[in-house]
T-cell receptor, first 108, second 114 residues
């Protein structure tokens, strides 16, 4: 499978803490994307990192990409209750395919 | 911009009936995607159009499923006949530039087949 695989499957933290989610994939990619899905809603694009980039920031989000290890991480700093959602990574490879996601719960 | 628009938002139908889901992509986007999401199988790409032409339909589960994009502003996903195992949330997404660009998702259609 070429899909991204996130871990952990579930993560529960306190408001203010940092949350780190990881994604692994199996084939060469052009880019990797992270999305968020709130319960009952469509996915929302968070950030895209290209294969020639190692790190990218967007607000409280920091994404890293290690193409040698075929892995990426998403760090959410100073988490808020509103960050509670499922987070997916997706790789373009031949088809943009999504992993099963990490369910993040931020407790107030 | 109104974003990707999907209709209906909820659909309940009986097994054997025809179901048609509709999608209006964001104006100016040239790529459109249909996904299905279930607890068991996660988020699956069903079909991908670029410039109204189906590019990858390898995710379409079987002949009961068909998708069309008659113009740049409208697409349909049809299931005929529907079965209980088709119950899922169906998402439409669009992008400017294809698979390698960020996709904008619609709110989804929750389909229940009884």
């Amino acid at each position: 499978s070429q899909q991204g695989e996130e871990d952990p499957q579930a993560l529960s933290i306190q408001e203010g803490e940092n949350a780190t989610m990881n994604c692994s994939y199996k084939t060469s990619i052009n880019n990797l994307q992270w999305y968020r899905q709130n319960s009952g809603r469509g996915l929302v694009h968070l950030i895209l990192i290209r294969s020639n980039e190692r790190e990218k920031h967007s607000g409280r989000l920091r994404v890293t990409l290690d193409t040698s290890k075929k892995s990426s991480s998403l760090l959410i700093t100073a988490s808020r209750a509103a960050d509670t959602a499922s987070y997916f990574c997706a790789t373009d490879a031949t088809r943009l395919t999504f992993g099963e996601g990490t369910q993040l719960t931020v407790n107030p | 911009d109104a974003g990707v628009i999907q209709s209906p938002r909820h659909e309940v139908t009986e097994m054997g009936q025809e179901v048609t889901l509709r999608c209006k992509p964001i104006s100016g986007h040239n790529s459109l995607f249909w996904y299905r999401q279930t607890m068991m199988r996660g988020l699956e790409l069903l079909i991908y159009f670029n410039n109204n032409v189906p590019i990858d339909d390898s995710g379409m589960p079987e002949d009961r499923f068909s998708a069309k994009m008659p113009n740049a502003s409208f697409s349909t996903l049809k299931i005929q006949p529907s079965e209980p195992r088709d119950s899922a949330v169906y998402f439409c997404a669009s992008s400017f530039g294809g698979r390698s660009y960020e996709q904008y998702f619609g709110p989804g259609t929750r389909l229940t087949v009884t």
